[in-house]
Each structure stands twice: as structure tokens, then as C-alpha cells.
């Protein structure tokens, strides 16, 4: 909208300069104004999300690190950066922890390796056992070898979202992903604190921006309309 207004307001002055309208119109157009929190909600549907990591073909090299990479931010809520930079330092197999590099808050985050996170990891790293000098636990997948970009995080939510058919809401993005799991864990009774937590963020604000309702949330909390003696309902 802002490009909008800016664009006519050029157009309203240059037809004023030509002497088509009187001078001054331009300034009757007042800018857009966006308020806090007033934009939509960004997060995919939950069963959006698991249709996603269902169709992602685990029968290649590309399929099984797409899919790992995909359930650690739908998992753990992983910004596509951190995906990409994930070490093999980072998972405790033994532990069964894995270290989040959390370089917004300056401190990494241990959380428990989940079985399904570890079969991901195994099945994906079984396939790339001759790249063992490599640190970093995501590769490409073609050549010249060596870790991924977060571009390549992005790629691969763009290439399977596309093939099962999902939507993504806003800007989209796999940003979304980390928009969704705040909704699940919302609906579940998660806390803000822990949700913020999870996510890597200092301030509960920028949490509740993860948390916008959806359609559905609103119908939940309607209150039903009175009946009184003179509603259609009753005099029927």
C-alpha cells in the first residue's frame, strides 16, 4: 500500500505540473498505517506440517537430508542458519542430547534428542559416511561437496511444500515451520516462557508474534448469542 500511495501521489504531481488538476492534491493522500501485531498469522496448520515431512522421498541421499532437516525445526523450532551450521559435536548420541547453536542469545541450547530426531540423523548419515573429515552434519548433496548454505534449507521446504500441496500463509518460508510448532505447543498447554525458550528468544514479544490465532482459535472463544422470548427461535 505504501507504493501505492507513493506512486499516485507522483502521478497526482505530475498532472498538477501539466496543469491538469490544481496543485496540492498529493498531499491529501495520507500514508498506510500498520499497526502492532495486525498482520496475520504465519504458522502452517499442524497436519500441514506432518503431510509435509510425509512426502519427502527418503529413498535418496537428498530425500533423507531434506527430511532431517525439516523435522529439527518442526521439532525444535531451528531457524534455518542454525540447521545449517549444526555440527557433529552437537548430538550426543550417548546423552541422547542435541546442542542448538543459539547465536541470537549467544549461548547454545541443549534439548533431549528425540527417537524420531535420531532416526532422521542415523538414516541421513548413514548415506554420507564417506565425507567422515566433515564437521558439519548437513552437506550438499552435489558437487563441489561441503556444508549448506541456509538457502538450502529453504530450497528443500519450497521443493516438498510444493509436491504435498501445501500453502504456506504470509511470506511463507520454513520460518513457518517455527510459526506452527509455537501454535502446537500453545494448544497444548505450553507456557509463553517455555515456548520463548525454545524458540531462542530474549524478549516475550517477540514470541507473541509467533502466537496469532487463527481463524479456528476465534470460533472456539465466541460466546453464543442470548435467546430471549422474542428471538425468531423462540416465537417459531
Known amino acids: 500500500m505504501q507504493t501505492v500511495v507513493a506512486t499516485l501521489r507522483s502521478f497526482l504531481r505530475f498532472l498538477a505540473l501539466s496543469g491538469i488538476i490544481p496543485a496540492g492534491l498529493d498531499r491529501q493522500l495520507e500514508s498506510p498505517r500498520h499497526y502492532r501485531d495486525e498482520r496475520f498469522i504465519r504458522a502452517l496448520l499442524w497436519d500441514d506440517v506432518i503431510s509435509l515431512l510425509n512426502t519427502v522421498n527418503r529413498s535418496t541421499v537428498k530425500g533423507t537430508r531434506d527430511y532431517a532437516m525439516l523435522l529439527l525445526i518442526a521439532t525444535y523450532g531451528l531457524r534455518v542458519s542454525e540447521v545449517a551450521s549444526l555440527q557433529l559435536e552437537d548430538i550426543q548420541w550417548r546423552a541422547r542430547v542435541i546442542r542448538v547453536p543459539r547465536p541470537k542469545i549467544g549461548t ?11 532416526t532422521a540423523l542415523l538414516e541421513y548419515l548413514r548415506h554420507r559416511t564417506s565425507e567422515e573429515s ?3 552434519v548437513f552437506l550438499r548433496v552435489r558437487v563441489p561437496r561441503g556444508p ?28 513457518c ?35 496469532r490465532l487463527q481463524v479456528q482459535d476465534l470460533r472456539d472463544v465466541a460466546l453464543p448469542l442470548p435467546i430471549t422470548a422474542d428471538s425468531p427461535e423462540v416465537m417459531a
Open 108 to 118: 547454545p541450547l541443549d534439548m533431549p534428542l528425540t527417537d524420531e530426531v535420531a
Open 134 to 136: 566433515e564437521r558439519h
Open 148 to 175: 549448506i548454505q541456509p538457502c538450502a534449507v529453504a530450497e528443500a521446504f519450497y521443493l516438498w511444500s510444493e509436491r504435498a500441496n501445501v500453502h504456506p500463509p504470509g511470506l511463507g518460508g520454513p520460518h
Open 177 to 211: 515451520l517455527r510459526h506452527a510448532l509455537a501454535m502446537h505447543l500453545l494448544r497444548q498447554g505450553t507456557s509463553i516462557k517455555t515456548i520463548g525458550d525454545l524458540l531462542g528468544h530474549r524478549n516475550p514479544e517477540s514470541t507473541g508474534i509467533y502466537l
